[in-house]
């Protein structure tokens, strides 16, 4: 039972990135999903996330009209597009699934999360 966090890397600003998160040993339809992040130094936040039923989402200010969470419920697998990167997106990036919804500032258990991938944004 893993969440797996992929597609990090180094990136330009104003480049792009698109983070996957498959889920195995679970279903992914049970649970609220989302993708958090983590720079140095600063508190985990919530960046985008599903916020139940009906495909409704949440986006941080931070990256709205930039980032776009989707998800494949074939492939168990939720993305996270990332346009219009900036320096400021540089983080840590983890996928997370819960029973009950939280998409916040500041670190809360999960009941699965994914070992994270790195985004650096830099020229």
């Known amino acids: 039972v893993q969440l797996q966090a992929s597609g990090g890397g180094l990136v330009q600003p104003g480049g792009s990135l698109r983070l996957s998160c498959a889920a195995s040993?679970?279903?992914?339809?049970?649970?609220?999903v989302g993708w958090f992040r983590q720079a140095p130094g600063k508190e985990r936040e919530g960046v985008s996330c599903?916020?139940?039923?009906?495909?409704?989402?949440y986006y941080a200010d931070s990256v709205k009209g930039r980032f776009t969470i989707s998800r494949d419920n074939a492939k168990n697998t939720v993305y996270l597009q990332m346009n219009s990167l900036k320096p400021e997106d540089t983080a840590v990036y983890y996928c997370?699934?819960?029973?009950?919804?939280?998409?916040?500032?500041?670190?809360?258990?999960?009941?699965?999360w994914g070992q994270g991938t790195l985004v650096t944004v830099s020229s």
């Open positions: 997370e699934a819960r029973r009950s919804y939280y998409c916040g500032k500041g670190f809360k258990i999960a009941d699965y």
């Open positions: 040993g679970f279903n992914l339809d049970y649970y609220y």
């Open positions: 599903f916020t139940g039923s009906y495909g409704v989402t």
